[in-house]
């Protein structure tokens, strides 16, 4: 998704920049990310 040490440039910090990555990820996968469990790994979505 990101590096660590990359910069955010966008969000305050690079823990939410992830979390935004993986629901659109989520998503693009066609899956809802209304009910999403943040422990589940994005490889038991693909």
Known sequence: M???GSDVLY???I???R???KDRIITG???????????????KYA
């Open 15 to 17: 823990y939410k920049e």
């Open 19 to 21: 979390v935004i990555l």
């Open 29 to 43: 996968l066609g899956f809802p990310i209304e009910g999403d469990d943040e422990t589940v790994d994005l490889s």
């Open 11 to 13: 969000r305050c910090c």
């Open 2 to 4: 990101r590096p660590k």
